[in-house]
């Protein structure tokens, strides 16, 4: 189970983390806030949702360098990155790395907040995207190595005697199989199955 949608806040400036804590509160966020990108990177999970504001250049452990580390933990945690005027060229090749956004300084609180949340959106389809396709995945893993043949032959389109000659297995045989594949996949068409089959495929191949 994910953790409650929270705004994860990375900022050494005192003044303006704690300004910028108030206004998410004042709106109904939850916040988590940080004066070092090392002492979050101590509680990261990769559960945690919601999304991350993340200032570039701080002492010790920069945004930047905070960012290649959640990527190599596989962090899908969206990051708005908040910029100085000669930090753009660095949040672009952050965006190229990953990070769905950033903001100048001195920014309007606004603007963050429509950014925060659209990511926050985002976080939010993107994990119950990954959820269905962990629970396909785990459905796939029930099925026998004959159930997973029949079920590869009827994604082809074969039908129930095409299969029985393929397999060398009787049409009622076939028919038992075919049954099974739609119980423990848990669909009633065809068409159903194979979108199924493709988002675990396609997770698969992301991962």
């Known amino acids: 189970m994910t953790k409650e949608a929270t705004v994860y806040l ?8 704690d300004s ?25 999970s990769t559960d945690m949702a919601g999304c991350m504001v993340l200032d570039i250049r701080m002492p010790g452990m ?27 060229p660095m949040a672009v ?6 990070a769905v956004d950033f903001v100048q300084k001195p920014y309007r609180e606004e603007e963050l907040l429509g950014k925060i949340q659209q990511a926050i959106a985002a976080d939010a389809e993107n994990r119950a995207d990954l959820e269905e396709k962990h629970k396909i995945i ?3 893993a029930e099925l026998t190595p004959r159930e997973k ?34 119980e423990k996949m848990g669909v ?17 191949s992301a991962s």
Do not use: W
């Open 138 to 140: 785990e459905r796939l």
């Open 10 to 17: 990375v900022e050494d400036d005192d003044a303006v983390r």
């Open 93 to 98: 090749e952050a965006m190229q790395r990953g």
């Open 149 to 182: 043949q029949v079920m590869e032959l009827m994604i082809e389109g074969k039908a129930n005697k095409v299969i029985a000659y393929d397999l060398d297995i009787s049409q009622r045989t076939v028919e038992i199989h075919r049954a099974r594949v739609m």
């Open 62 to 88: 920069n945004g930047m360098e905070l960012q290649r580390q959640l990527n190599m933990r596989n962090s899908i945690l969206p990051i708005i990155f908040v910029t100085g005027h000669g930090d753009v």
């Open 188 to 204: 009633r068409s065809l068409a159903h199955l194979v979108r199924m089959v493709m988002a675990a495929e396609d997770n698969s």
């Open 20 to 44: 910028l804590q108030m206004v998410l509160e004042s709106v109904g966020y939850h916040v988590a806030a940080y004066s070092r990108a090392d002492a979050f990177l101590e509680d990261f």
